[in-house]
Nanobody, 125 residues
Framework: QVQLVESGGGSVQAGGSLRLSCAAS?????????MAWFRQAPGKEREGVAA???????SYADSVKGRFTISQDNAKNTLYLQMNSLKPEDTAMYYC??????????????????WGQGTQVTVSS
């Protein structure tokens, strides 16, 4: 059983920055965990943004490469997403996801078992 709670969303102007956090509460220990950030804009499908997988491998969607950075603090069971140079098209609900498997790349949303409730990011031009 895993609970994920996102925070850090908000409203910023284009070019600004935000840092999202995802606090994970795991009731069973698992050595194999892959975590990711997804986003979903109104009327659009949920899309992967960034992921941390096996052996700390990182992967990003092409649309955010060079602007977003995913990281984690294992001691705090917290996943982060640093978002810089934000664009209006980054506006979406952002979700944290986790699966008790080792992935090496960002997988489709259907691959992740646990999800947070999301945090809204709004970027104005």
């Amino acid at each position: 059983q895993v609970q994920l709670v996102e925070s850090g969303g908000g409203s910023v102007q284009a070019g600004g920055s935000l840092r999202l956090s995802c606090a994970a509460s795991r009731y069973t220990s698992s050595e194999r965990v892959s975590m990711a950030w997804f986003r979903q804009a109104p009327g659009k499908e949920r899309e992967g943004v960034a992921a941390i997988g096996a052996f700390g491998t990182l992967s990003y969607a092409d649309s955010v490469k060079g602007r977003f950075t995913i990281s984690q603090d294992n001691a705090k069971n917290t996943l982060y997403l640093q978002m810089n140079s934000l664009k209006p098209e980054d506006t979406a609900m952002y979700y944290c996801a986790e699966d008790p498997k080792w992935y090496y790349v960002l997988r489709p949303a259907s691959a992740y078992r646990y999800w947070g409730q999301g945090t809204q990011v709004t970027v104005s031009s």
